[in-house]
């Protein structure tokens, strides 16, 4: 029942910038953590930013500066603000939400993947 949606992804220039969101739907009662990975092919997915539900980040050493993670409760939604875009930053981006709590289960999700290029 619970989902993970994500949205955001396309094609950029090196320099340019793009906003992801992820918005967990179904009959949440809480979630703990959320945040935001990536897996280029060929490659181990990483953790790129995380945000807790009191506000605290959590940011790779690669994205600092030019990435923010936020996180609106209300909506259940998670947005990754991407600036200063660089090649090396294309990848698959996963959005995950730990600790989705439904009733008395709790529970980790992941979003489908949406990709990231930046190219020219």
């Known amino acids: 029942q619970v989902q993970l949606v994500e949205s955001g992804g396309g094609l950029v220039q090196p320099g340019g910038s793009l906003r992801l969101s992820c918005a967990a739907s179904g009959s949440i009662f809480s979630i703990n953590a959320m945040g935001w990975y990536r897996q280029a092919p060929g490659k181990q997915r990483e953790l790129v930013a995380a945000i807790t539900s009191g506000g605290s980040t959590n940011y790779a050493d690669s994205v600092k500066g030019r990435f923010t993670i936020t996180r609106d409760n209300a909506k259940k939604t998670v947005y990754l603000q991407m600036n200063s875009l660089k090649p090396e930053d294309t990848a698959v981006y996963y959005c995950?939400?730990?600790?989705?709590?439904?009733?008395?289960?709790?529970?980790?999700?992941w979003g489908q993947g949406t990709q990231v290029t930046v190219s020219l």
């Open positions: 995950n939400a730990e600790g989705v709590c439904v009733d008395y289960e709790c529970e980790d999700y």
